[in-house]
């Protein structure tokens, strides 16, 4: 049974820093295509960051590219969102995501559809100024 466990969330001042976690259980992310994703109270769920983690694509939203880092840990299974230079707009729900049925050259997907057989239960984010 696949299980995404999403942790790091916390209340930060604007300018700090956090790093989110992903364990995953029941697969092996070495070659998945997986992503972070937010949603703010009263807003759609939209992309923050994804990578196929055999190599080749990272995807970063406008909004935070610069300020975050997506990465994988094979031997903990588990996949990091490093985020810098926390701002208020940041705040929100944030989940991590795993698309298995998707390949290198279409992992884009998963950002464009916002669709993935795998979900965490999410880990809050909030930055205040």
């Known amino acids: 049974q696949v299980q995404l466990v999403d942790s790091g969330g916390d209340s930060v001042q604007a300018g700090g820093s956090l790093r989110l976690s992903c364990a995953a259980s029941g697969y092996t992310i070495s070659s998945t295509c997986m992503g972070w994703f937010r949603q703010a109270p009263g807003k759609e769920r939209e992309g923050v960051a994804a990578i196929y983690t055999g190599g080749g694509f990272t995807y970063y939203a406008d909004s935070v590219r610069g300020r975050v880092t997506i990465s994988k840990d094979n031997a903990n299974n588990t996949l990091y969102l490093q985020m810098n230079s926390l701002k208020p707009e940041d705040t929100g729900m944030y989940y991590c995501?795993?698309?298995?049925?998707?390949?290198?050259?279409?992992?884009?997907?998963?950002?464009?559809?916002?669709?993935?057989?795998?979900w965490g239960q999410g880990t809050q984010v909030t930055v205040s100024s």
């Open positions: 995501a795993a698309d298995t049925t998707r390949s290198r050259s279409t992992c884009y997907m998963l950002w464009v559809r916002k669709e993935a057989n795998y």
